[in-house]
């Protein structure tokens, strides 16, 4: 008994709005958080969009209206600048948008407004700037085109929203009962809720979803790939709640409930989007081929002639990644003496072509070595160390000598870690390393001002080290 009440009491505090919402997603099988339901409220101001209108009898349209217009105009400009209709910018004006679908109605029911009148003018305003969004978005569609397998569905769903937004637009500038006949017409053809279930299904499925295909067309699986098709996807769903929020306003008779419909498919869509992000940020389908496609590219063009050159490319392709991995990235010329220990080969990506040595790491997902431990580890067994020839006469040799694989793998295993050193000062090696919130050595620990005390038979000398450990 007690957890029926709690439960009631739950209840009673959810918004008419979510209750709504929620109850659609129950029907549907949906499941959406109530974190991503309360944004979708935040985003869309339900309160605004569900206010009756009352009728025109004889009266001018206020100036109220026709500053509501304007306003829709303005937001429809800033969409024609990004190219797309953008949910979080469009949300707190739906209700607005069914205004100006209710000035039209009125005009055509009771009113014949001179051609100067102010109305007519934004309107006009707000039609040319809906026919440049709609041209915009004739390039999201071809993109889809691209990733969605089944063209029927994409074909009627591009045409079907192409064609009732001209003829949305036709009913802004013709304001006769014929316009709102034709689009009626279209409406009930096609109807913007039914397209978008149909299209959130295709999402659903891993098969059919256009930014999973993108992604898996992407081999660094990048941010700007993942952005881009999150966009489009939420840019053609919202321009559907577009289109159901002014047809609610034109034709009275369909009321809210396929304003409604769209509106728990797109909080879905945002729930599923949520999920694209975990799982992209947390799986490393980019590792090890993606990296290494980067890194032969970057040995084969020509024009990257300096290690400069290289790590900032390397670095600009690595910082590209949708990922929660971390990275060490250091480029050198070949004939550096370097050596390196791996636990097992795709650990790290070490290439050495075209007389530079490329080296990538990747973090690893439970390291056997903390960074911390790393550190002071390091410090009191590393930042100094000796190698002694006496019958040697070249300096040089005693270093390659000490830096002997087998001596490697030694401190590669007794760290637990990735380990790669070179024998030169930060003059002669390039690097770069993710930033990490309290920690200023990367996903590891990286050091320039380690020293080898080489003693052989004309005496003493003190050599610079670089090296670093991923953890």
């Not at 064609?163 to 009626?184: A, G, H, I, P, Q």
């Not at 380990?419 to 320039?448: E, M, N």
Request: proline share 3%.
């Amino acid at each position: 008994m007690g957890d029926l009440l709690k439960n009631s009491e739950k209840k009673e505090d959810m918004s008419l709005f979510i209750r709504t919402i929620t109850k659609l997603a129950m029907e549907e099988g949906d499941f959406i958080s109530q974190g991503t339901l309360k944004e979708l409220e935040e985003m869309l101001r339900p309160d605004e969009l569900s206010e009756s209108r009352d009728k025109l009898v004889g009266v001018d349209i206020t100036p109220e209206q026709v500053e509501t217009i304007k306003k829709v105009c303005e937001v429809v400009k800033g969409l024609v600048t990004v190219g797309k209709f953008v949910c979080d910018k469009l949300g707190p004006f739906l209700g607005p948008v069914g205004t100006v679908a209710g000035v039209v109605l009125d005009i055509i029911s009771y009113l014949q407004p001179k051609e100067d009148d102010p109305v007519l003018k934004e309107l006009r305003d707000l039609k040319n700037q809906l026919t440049a969004l709609s041209q915009k978005m004739t390039t999201q569609f071809d993109d889809l085109k691209s990733f969605i397998v089944e063209q029927e569905f994409l074909n009627r769903y591009t045409i079907s929203m192409t064609k009732l937004f001209m003829y949305m637009t036709d009913t802004m500038s013709e304001r006769t009962k014929e316009s709102v006949n034709l689009f009626e017409e279209i409406y009930t053809k096609a109807k913007p809720q039914e397209l978008v279930y149909e299209m959130l299904a295709k999402l659903e499925q891993e098969s059919t979803n256009p930014l999973k295909w993108a992604m898996k067309g992407d081999n660094l699986q990048s941010k700007a790939t993942f952005e881009k098709w999150k966009g489009i996807l939420e840019s053609v769903l919202t321009e559907a709640l577009f289109l159901e929020t002014y047809a609610a306003g034109l034709l009275p008779s369909i009321g809210q409930h396929g304003v409604n419909k769209i509106l728990e498919k797109i909080a879905r869509y945002v729930e599923l989007a949520k999920q694209w992000d975990e799982y992209y940020l947390n799986t490393e389908t980019f590792w090890p081929a993606g990296v290494k496609k980067l890194v032969n590219d970057i040995h084969e063009n020509r024009s990257l002639r300096t290690k400069e050159d290289i790590i900032e490319v390397l670095w600009k392709g690595i910082e590209s990644i949708y990922t929660n991995f971390q990275f060490y990235a250091v480029v050198l010329p070949d004939e550096h003496i370097y050596a390196y220990y791996k636990h097992y080969e795709d650990q790290a990506i070490v290439s050495a072509r075209e007389g530079f040595v490329i080296m990538v790491y990747r973090s690893a997902r439970n390291p056997q070595a903390t960074k911390e431990w790393l550190e002071y580890t390091v410090k009191d067994y590393l930042m100094i160390d000796t190698a002694t020839e006496h019958f040697e006469v070249n300096k040089w040799t005693v270093v390659r000598n000490h830096y002997k694989q087998k001596k490697v793998d030694t401190i590669g295993r007794f760290f637990g870690s990735f380990y790669f050193v070179v024998a030169q000062d930060r003059d002669h090696v390039a690097s770069r390393f993710s930033k990490i919130d309290g920690w200023d050595c990367g996903p590891g620990f990286l050091t320039y001002d380690a020293h080898l005390l080489v003693s052989y038979c004309i005496g003493l000398e003190k050599f610079p080290i670089f090296f670093l450990f991923g953890a």
